[in-house]
């Protein structure tokens, strides 16, 4: 069963040089229980896809279209915003990349979980906080009655991105985002917030949209991999068929961009140049400034994304893609 789908999904923004083209056309659908990871450098348009999904971007600063965006088969593209605070944090939650930021630095972290029960089911405030209390327990807070009291600034790092994670569970919602989850976050915490993550995941058969410009990150989580350059989807397919057969050049730069500790001591491996301007971008494949394996053709034309088998999915001419239009 889908939880969510959204097709042609196109996000935009007038800015004084030129329309900044954020996401060009991408389609995604998340079933329950399972985890998409959404992988990419920083600026390829994935927390913009993640707002999008909930509807979350400011629509008098940008234009966004879709063709389809359901939510357990209900169509959410023409709610109001009224209607969607009825969805966000019931059906649907998102846990940001930045705890500090995403809580209230003047409330405590137990009111603002009291708000979620208080809004989505009706709770008096004394019931709400047990229920705080219990959810704060149930993502592995020590002394969550103390806890309850605290402010954001109180906490460590990780134990804010627990609340946020408590938060986003509290009410068994049917598809959590998660986006970059781990930022700021040393390795050993970065762990347990993602085995956290995953346990609940498991737990409650949430469906899952995870998304990290860290494959490393994700391998041991997703069940699907989209990678995602300059806007559009360039290659997705079941996690291990990625892993060991990836197609796009740019997926096997990501790849080799992974540090290794079986490997020899070295030179870090990096992908050349950077992400094109999004006012002005190359005419045919996005990647072609920086891809070694290019012909004159990928600058003219863009691929199409195709199946090359095993639903793995690529966007390049190199696998026997067709180019559009």
């Not at 990349?97 to 003047?106: E, K, R, W, Y």
């Not at 592995?140 to 600034?153: L, M, S, V």
């Not at 134990?159 to 569970?169: H, Y």
């Not at 917030?193 to 410009?213: D, F, M, P, R, W």
């Amino acid at each position: 069963m889908s939880v969510f789908s959204i097709k042609n999904l196109k996000v935009a923004f007038p800015t004084p040089r030129g329309i900044v083209r954020a996401v060009e056309g991408i389609d995604l659908s998340i079933g329950a229980g399972e985890c998409l990871a959404l992988v990419g450098e920083s600026g390829c348009g994935k927390s913009v896809t993640s707002l999008a999904a909930l509807k979350l971007l400011d629509t008098s600063s940008c234009i966004v279209r879709t063709d389809e965006h359901l939510l357990l088969d209900e169509d959410i593209s023409k709610m109001s915003e009224r209607e969607m605070e009825g969805i966000r944090g019931r059906k649907a939650s998102m846990i940001f990349q930045d705890a500090l930021s995403a809580l209230n630095p003047v409330m405590s972290v137990g009111k603002q979980l009291d708000e979620v029960f208080m809004l989505h089911f009706g709770l008096k405030r004394r019931e709400a906080k047990a229920r705080s209390i219990e959810a704060l327990r149930s993502v592995g807070i020590e002394d969550p009655e103390a806890r309850y009291k605290a402010f954001p600034h109180e906490l460590s790092g990780g134990m804010r991105q627990r609340v946020l994670i408590a938060m986003a569970f509290a009410s068994n919602p049917a598809l959590i985002i998660a986006d970059e989850p781990t930022t700021a976050l040393d390795v050993t915490v970065q762990k347990q917030v993602l085995a956290l993550l995953s346990k609940l995941q498991a737990e409650n058969g949430t469906a899952l949209l995870l998304i990290s410009h860290d494959l490393s990150v994700v391998c041991s989580m997703a069940d699907r991999i989209a990678v995602m350059y300059s806007g559009r989807i360039v290659e997705c397919a079941e996690t291990w068929e990625l892993i060991s057969n990836p197609l796009h050049p740019y997926t096997k730069g990501l790849m080799d961009a992974v540090v290794r500790l079986d490997e020899p001591k070295g030179r870090f491996t990096q992908i050349p140049g950077s992400l094109p301007d999004p006012v002005n971008k190359p005419k045919g494949c996005c990647f072609f400034p920086r891809c070694a394996h290019a012909s004159n053709k990928c600058g003219e034309a863009m691929p199409r994304l195709e199946n090359a088998g095993n639903a793995h999915f690529v966007r390049c001419c190199m696998s026997g893609g067709a180019y559009e239009g």
